[in-house]
């Protein structure tokens, strides 16, 4: 054989020794080296199911569980495995059209990726979950997932407590991403506080799936599940039935109560009104429930015991009192003689006594409330002889008040708690160009002027009075189930604060003498219980509102502060009832009631009538219904005005015209004024330029004009709406 052809076969088989070599070191890598079609494999007939945990259980001080979990179902959805689906019967199924549909898919390959599994319809209604489950099988793609979801037994406790929901992708970025879609984290409360110990970690179960996409079984025998963990449970100061009572005497009423144990810092009880059932945030009627609360202007979410801001009027004057004590500018048996007014400024002041004698010492002082008292001790405050200087004395106040909490947040264990504000001299310095003087600001010596306060600080400064100058930083959680070193949570609610211990105890009885007073034969004799020596200080603020561009006075916030027994005090309670006038007439019987549940354990017989008649009488402020009005009318000219489209202005006036008659008689309506000019009321145009606030004025008729489209008559007249198609 020539040589040429010997090289030549010698080539080819080189040529395919190496393509066979390729093709074997390929398969074996393929088959034995990369996991990538074993997992392809496994995908098709492995599905790999999110197990999510039992959140921790929440006790009360009596080890009553005041929540538990029950199962739910969310139908999920993973994009990549969403082929040959009966999507009319789903739809049908689920009550949403074919839009709707491929606009929850790409939303979900958005957030989550095409291979990772989304939530589609959360927090299923169990019909819907059952009709689910027995045609999952139509739909693949689509599986059922269990929800441990909140159970609320008491149906109390819903602004401390706080409430569970999906995490969104700033919550998954804030977390590095340790929270997946489909995850529910807490997003108020203790709830979102305690997360790190209530949320237990989530399992997988991989289970065998057949070629219609139905669960056969657990894949090999379980061998590479991994367990849900539970999360752990917290236990609490909370007494559940004084919770329940404090509620109770809320109803229908806009204010706060909170109930602290003075030695331990321990919140007894938090009431925030208006309140809601926390059941209405769980399960299929999450959605609809919050927004309407969230649209509620009487803010029903809002915890006003952390978020409530309140002048805290004459339930400031035993603190007032005691700093003025501290710093020597007067003693116990300090006297002003006070004819009904205070005169030592250009404003005066007014007092609700003109008997002579009822201020002549600071005992008597606090048990009448006299205004002209505690105007003169706070002007002798800030002016006194080691200062020399108005702004350094009134620093010096400051300092005192900051000492009590007041100004800056607490710390409590909830979200979001508000300061309150303490103003300094730089904001009156801005006020008044630098020149002020004692005067100027003096009714923040009886608890007015700019002092804002929190109910939370209010009760814990009468646990610093009672406690002669310490206290422990309020809070709900007593303990951690199985709590180790690395639980550091409840580490600062158990670190003693002696702000306020330098002042003598001499000083502090002064204050509580009179404060006794105040229950025994002062403003606060409806708040006496036989045999309980109870400490105490009513309040009256003045309250205003912006409506209708007027700065409105409003009747005066009920004010409450107390602390029971004066021997060995074992709860402080404030209560703040806005808009229902005096203290004694609503927030001292309201806290009576409390400190008698809790330290007798029940209440006498013969006060249950009252207890009824205070929980069934309605303080909800009237000119909410108006706020009301505005905001649901802003709102729905807002959407209108933005997409053209009067279904919202439907939908807005059905819930004003389901029980009203349309008006006999309608006047012609006056003019409108606009942003850019003032137009007849008859002929507001559809553009971007008319104030959504002026869209539906009292006592007017407003025509608004559509292209092609029949105008909508809206008619208006004191509060009773109606709608009628117009030709």
């Known amino acids: 054989m020539p040589a040429f052809n010997q090289s030549r076969q010698t080539i080819i088989r080189l040529i395919f020794g190496i393509t066979f070599l390729i093709i074997v070191v390929r398969l074996f890598i393929l088959q034995v080296v990369s996991d990538k079609y074993k997992l392809l494999a496994l995908d098709n007939a492995v599905y790999r199911k999110v197990v999510y945990p039992d959140r921790g259980i929440i006790f009360d001080r009596n080890n009553k569980a005041?929540?538990?979990?029950?199962?739910?179902?969310?139908?999920?959805?993973?994009?990549?495995?969403?082929?040959k689906v009966d999507t009319s019967f789903l739809c049908n199924l689920l009550s949403i059209d074919t839009t709707e549909f491929r606009e929850r898919i790409i939303t979900a390959i958005i957030k989550n990726g095409r291979y990772r599994p989304s939530v589609f319809e959360g927090l299923l209604p169990l019909e819907l979950q059952a009709r689910l489950e027995e045609n999952i099988w139509r739909f693949p793609g689509f599986t059922l997932i269990e929800r441990p979801i909140r159970n609320y037994l008491f149906n109390a406790g819903a602004h401390l407590l706080g409430d569970i929901g999906e995490v969104d992708t700033a919550i998954i970025r804030r977390s590095n991403y340790f929270y997946q879609m489909g995850d529910f984290v807490g997003r108020s409360g203790l709830e979102q506080y305690y997360e790190s110990v209530l949320m237990g970690k989530r399992g997988i179960q991989n289970l065998i799936k057949d070629n219609r996409n139905r669960l056969q079984g657990s894949w090999e025998k379980g061998k590479y599940d991994t367990a849900a963990a539970a999360g752990r449970n917290l236990y609490t100061y909370l007494d559940i039935e004084l919770q329940q009572l404090a509620e109770k005497l809320m109803t229908n009423k806009v204010g706060s109560i909170v109930a602290i144990d003075p030695q331990t810092g321990g919140i007894l009880a938090m009431a925030s009104g208006p309140s809601f059932d926390p059941n209405d945030?769980?399960?299929?009627?999450?959605?609809?429930?919050?927004?309407?609360?969230?649209?509620?202007?009487s803010a029903p979410l809002m915890n006003r015991a952390t978020r409530g801001l309140y002048e805290p009027g004459s339930t400031f004057k035993p603190i007032?009192?005691?700093?003025?004590?501290?710093?020597?500018?007067?003693?116990?048996?300090?006297?002003?003689?006070?004819?009904?007014?205070?005169?030592?400024?250009?404003k005066v002041i007014r007092c609700e006594h003109h008997n002579p004698g009822h201020a002549a010492n600071m005992r008597l002082a606090l048990a009448n409330s006299c205004n002209s008292y505690f105007s003169q001790i706070y002007r002798l405050t800030l002016d006194n002889n080691k200062d020399r200087a108005v702004k350094k004395g009134y620093t010096r106040w400051k300092d005192y008040m900051n000492a009590f909490g007041w100004g800056q947040k607490l710390g409590v264990d909830l979200p979001n708690e508000l300061p309150g504000n303490i103003p300094d001299t730089t904001e009156y310095n801005k006020d008044y160009r630098g020149y002020w003087n004692s005067c100027t600001n003096v009714t923040l010596g009886i608890g007015q002027d700019k002092m804002q306060v929190t109910p939370v600080q209010l009760a814990n400064a009468m646990c610093i009075i009672a406690n002669k100058g310490y206290y422990y930083t309020p809070h709900f959680v007593e303990k951690i189930e199985n709590e180790t070193a690395k639980d550091?949570?409840?580490?600062?609610?158990?670190e003693k604060h002696a702000a306020l211990t330098h002042i003598s105890d001499a000083d502090y009885e002064a204050i509580h003498a009179g404060m006794q007073d105040v229950?025994?034969?002062?403003?606060?004799?409806?708040?006496?219980?036989?045999?309980?020596?109870?400490?105490?200080?009513?309040?009256t603020s003045e309250k205003y509102t912006i409506l209708d561009g007027k700065r409105i006075k409003l009747p005066n916030n009920s004010m409450f502060v107390c602390f029971a027994p004066r021997e060995n005090p074992k709860i402080a309670i404030a209560v703040a009832v806005e808009n229902a006038g005096f203290g004694?007439?609503?927030?001292?019987?309201?806290?009576?009631?409390?400190?008698e549940k809790y330290l007798t354990d029940s209440i006498r017989t013969d006060r249950m009538k009252e207890v009824e008649r205070i929980s069934n009488t309605n303080l909800m402020p009237s000119y909410l219904k108006r706020k009301q009005f505005i905001a649901d009318s802003t709102r729905a000219y807002f959407y209108f005005n933005l997409r053209k489209d009067s279904s919202y202005i439907k939908r807005y006036l059905r819930g004003y015209t389901s029980n009203e008659k349309k008006p006999a008689k309608a006047?012609?309506?006056?003019?409108v004024k606009t942003s850019e000019k003032i137009v007849n009321s008859r002929n507001i145009q559809t553009s971007a330029d008319t104030p959504s606030s002026h869209a539906f004025p009292d006592n007017k008729i407003i025509h608004i004009k559509r292209p092609s489209r029949k105008a909508d008559t809206i008619w208006i007249n004191d509060?009773?709406?109606?709608?009628?198609?117009?030709?």
Do not use: H
């Open 66 to 83: 005041i929540l538990n979990n029950t199962i739910i179902y969310d139908l999920t959805v993973t994009p990549y495995e969403v082929k």
């Open 281 to 297: 945030l769980t399960g299929s009627s999450r959605r609809g429930k919050y927004a309407s609360l969230a649209l509620d202007v």
């Open 320 to 346: 007032g009192g005691l700093v003025a004590l501290d710093m020597g500018v007067i003693t116990a048996n300090y006297g002003v003689a006070c004819s009904g007014a205070y005169y030592g400024c250009a």
């Open 488 to 494: 550091t949570l409840l580490n600062k609610f158990r």
């Open 519 to 539: 229950v025994e034969s002062g403003t606060a004799r409806s708040a006496r219980i036989p045999g309980i020596n109870i400490c105490a200080k009513t309040g």
């Open 584 to 595: 004694s007439t609503w927030a001292a019987p309201i806290a009576s009631f409390l400190m």
């Open 667 to 671: 006047t012609r309506p006056a003019k």
């Open 719 to 727: 509060d009773k709406y109606l709608k009628n198609q117009a030709s």
